[in-house]
């Protein structure tokens, strides 16, 4: 059952500044003018939390909203971009939305400990950024006194490196990190499969920032392909598959969400896939919405997350026409090009007079001409070449670029003989 009131608050930690965005460049860097700026002055330098291509959010001239680190902190970007005021086509007000991808963990965080949530209140122990373990490992669980603080970089290193050391030979598989992990007692939310330690199973959470909402008023992750996601997604279905929990939680953080999430078919469909089989194995996929103010984030009520099959021909049109604000600037010979905001590559239509069944043929051609001719090869052929000492004129031909891409295609070419 979806919560109806508010489950969590976390104020900003300080007083937050407005100004107008005028540019985002070099992915994570945003120019902002201040409000009651000097005319003239020079636009302030945030840091852009956010990797992504920030889907209709690189608006020149949209206000924006930026906190100030601590002068003890001494970063080299001072300010950080924390809120946009977003219109969406069609609509008579802005909506404020959340840019710091860094926000979404402390909110899940500020939702455990408040413990509202159905299904993820009932733990005994809770740690931050755990190292997954590998397929089929039993899990060794923390204590009940667990910290909710991360893992040093040190102890982090150490970590990784008993893993390693643990990892049959031939097998190394990479391992990425869950976002939390909650100890329960065995039995409790529905938990199936076999208890761990004094009657605890391990309950992973994966947290995933949404802040895409298109005109059906649906939240779509990701706004780009993530390959890291997807695999995020298939290490819970294994986690599940020997008998523990898994929930992938998405943090919506705009207030117009009406309808739910979905995982974007066009944006990402091997994500959208991943998800739909995660499902069928038993993960669980959640969501949450997020209201923000100048004064904090509150998150005001779960909403559905639909995994069904839609169609992206409406989304696919929404996205083309978010081109212009969406990506960055990059400097190309003195001069700024946006990027990050074309089409897809699995979307993108295929190249004029070629198809992928005759680009395989050609390629399926070239090749079996290398394997010939590398089949074809005799005792005469491959003997050694001549030394410069015997062959004078060999010494260069052996530099020439037809030999260093033959040698590269595992073909031998005899030099040319001296006739002297």
Known sequence: MLAA???????FPTELLAGRLVARRDRFLADVILDGAAAGAPPVVAHCVNPGRMEAFVTIGARVFLSLAPVERQRKCAYTWELLEHVPPGAASPVLCGCNT??????????????????????EALQREVALPLTHAPLVLPAVDATLAPDPPAARKRKAAAAARATPAGKAEPRGRCDFL???????????????????????????????????????????????AARHVRELAARVAVGERATVLFVVQRADVLAGVRPSDHHDPAFARACREAAAAGVRFRAVRVTLTLGGATIDAEIPVDLAPYDVAPIAVQCA????????????????????NGPFAHNAPPKRGTTPRAKSAATAVGTGRIARRAG??????????????????AASWHERPQRRRAHAAGIYVRPPRSHD
């Not at 009131?5 to 104020?11: E, G, I, S, Y």
């Not at 605890?200 to 298109?214: D, G, I, T």
């Not at 074809?376 to 004129?393: I, K, L």
């Open 5 to 11: 009131c508010p489950l969590a608050f976390v104020p």
């Open 102 to 123: 860094q926000w979404p963990n402390d909110l899940a965080l500020a939702l455990l400990r408040a413990r509202t949530l159905e299904g993820l209140r009932e733990y």
């Open 182 to 228: 909650l100890v329960e007692p065995a039995g409790e939310n529905g938990t199936a499969g076999p208890a761990g330690p004094a009657g605890l199973n391990a309950h992973w959470l994966e947290v995933k920032n949404c802040h895409m909402v298109y005109d059906d008023t649906f939240g779509y992750f990701p706004d780009s392909v993530s390959e890291r």
């Open 321 to 340: 026409s978010n081109a212009a604000s969406t990506g960055w600037d990059r400097a190309f010979d003195g001069t700024c090009k946006r990027v990050a």
């Open 376 to 393: 074809a090869r005799t005792a005469h052929d491959t003997r050694d070449a001549p030394s410069a000492d015997a062959h004078g004129p």
